[in-house]
């Protein structure tokens, strides 16, 4: 039986930042991958040097699109939906006041898209965020309570019993930096090159993470790079010669060749030690 998973992102770049390189890995495995992205990046900085030109501002919001794009294709998911929502910027910012800002629209109309969704593609596994204390940008966190109502929503005919068949969602992931990765990137930088770019993580990392959190380590040597490629594709997000890629590919591979996952729910349990986002079903 074919399985199938469901991201779901804040914004053009986030799928290339988290988790890429599994669902790189699943979908060479034969797996069915879908993409949701809810805003433009219309709030994004320009961040690398080489993009920050006047036509390329000029016309952002079309250039993050054409980068989404590039990235979710290298990835290999084979449909990019985008919700149209407005990036909402962090809070306090212009962006943030706009009307159309992701955050503020009524959280049922968002609800309802996704429900919709989910019930068309019929996925085995949705990845969604963590409650993202480390990086509280009010897109993430809406991501974050709309996926966790989405489980039951989804399933609930006497909700939005317009939008198609309830449809159960097995598992709810969130891709997440833990802090057995960050230590073991830390020191393999600090052994080869003297330096690490983890410096000012390392210290704010073990503040947030609940250490009853049950995550799944998903092995993705091999796929390192394709992820890589895909993050590079934000060509205006990424710059080259930055902190994504301080790490040589290799050095990632050969000290911690996993990336971490969040169980936020679960329709088949769970038990320690689980190596895939699909064991149980
Ligand atoms: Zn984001």
């Known amino acids: 039986m074919s399985r199938s998973l469901l991201a ?3 914004h053009p770049d986030d799928e290339a930042s988290k988790g890429a390189a599994t669902v790189a890995r699943y979908v060479d495995e034969g797996v069915r991958a879908v993409l ?44 990019v939906t985008m919700l149209g929502y407005r990036d909402s910027g962090m809070p306090e910012s ?3 006041g706009h009307p159309e800002a992701f955050c503020h629209q009524p959280f049922d109309d968002v ?26 940008h009010p897109d993430h966190l809406r991501v974050h309570e709309l996926t966790m109502a989405l489980v039951d929503a989804a399933a609930d005919g006497s909700k939005f019993p317009d939008l198609g068949a309830p449809w159960q969602i097995t598992k709810l992931y ?13 020191q393999a930088m600090l052994d080869t090159a003297g ?21 799944t380590k998903v092995d993705v040597t091999g796929f390192v790079e394709l992820g890589r490629e895909a993050l590079r594709a934000h060509r205006t997000q990424v710059d080259p010669a930055g902190f994504w890629f301080a790490v040589p590919t290799e050095l ?21 030690g689980e190596s895939s986002l699909f064991d149980g079903m």
């Open 8 to 10: 779901i992102h804040a």
């Open 111 to 136: 609800l309802g898209k996704l429900v919709g969704i989910v019930r068309n593609e019929r996925p085995d596994v949705v990845l969604g965020y963590d409650a993202h204390e480390f990086y509280p």
């Open 36 to 79: 949701v992205t809810a805003t433009g990046g219309e709030a994004g900085d320009v961040l690398n040097p080489e993009m920050d030109r006047h036509d390329v501002i000029a016309n952002l919001t079309q250039v993050r699109a054409d980068e989404l794009a590039a990235a979710a294709e290298i990835i290999g998911f084979e449909k």
């Open 94 to 96: 212009d962006s943030n």
């Open 174 to 186: 969130a891709p997440v930096f833990t802090t057995d990765r960050i230590t073991a990137l830390h």
């Open 252 to 272: 990632v591979e050969s000290v911690y060749p996993w990336e971490d996952f969040e169980l936020l729910y679960s329709a088949v349990g769970w038990s320690e």
């Open 195 to 215: 330096e690490s770019p983890f410096e000012l993580w390392i210290d704010r990392m073990g503040t947030f993470e609940d250490p009853e959190r049950r995550v």
